[in-house]
């Protein structure tokens, strides 16, 4: 049996990879959803030790940087 488990198995990508990007989404439902928070908020809310990392992995995963896809969300 694979180290891969969860949904990691059907992408293809490591458990690590599979969280962080989990972690990514719901980060981003969070932006979207609460305009009062800051992107460090959010990021410290999701287990990011810094607001730079985080923004680091953001634009990995979606393609723009945190406060780019909130300027996006509330078009």
């Given at each position: 049996?694979?180290?891969?488990?969860?949904?990691?198995?059907?992408?293809?990508?490591?458990?690590?990879?599979?969280?962080l990007r989990m972690r990514v989404e719901c980060a981003a439902r969070r932006l979207r959803k609460s305009p009062g928070l800051t992107v460090t908020d959010v990021a410290y809310e999701f287990g990011f030790s810094s607001?730079?990392?985080?923004?680091?992995?953001?634009?990995?995963?979606?393609?723009v940087s945190p406060v780019e896809y909130r300027a996006q969300a509330g078009q």
């Open positions: 049996m694979s180290g891969r488990i969860f949904g990691a198995a059907s992408t293809g990508s490591s458990p690590k990879d599979y969280w607001s730079q990392y985080f923004a680091t992995v953001f634009r990995r995963y979606l393609g």
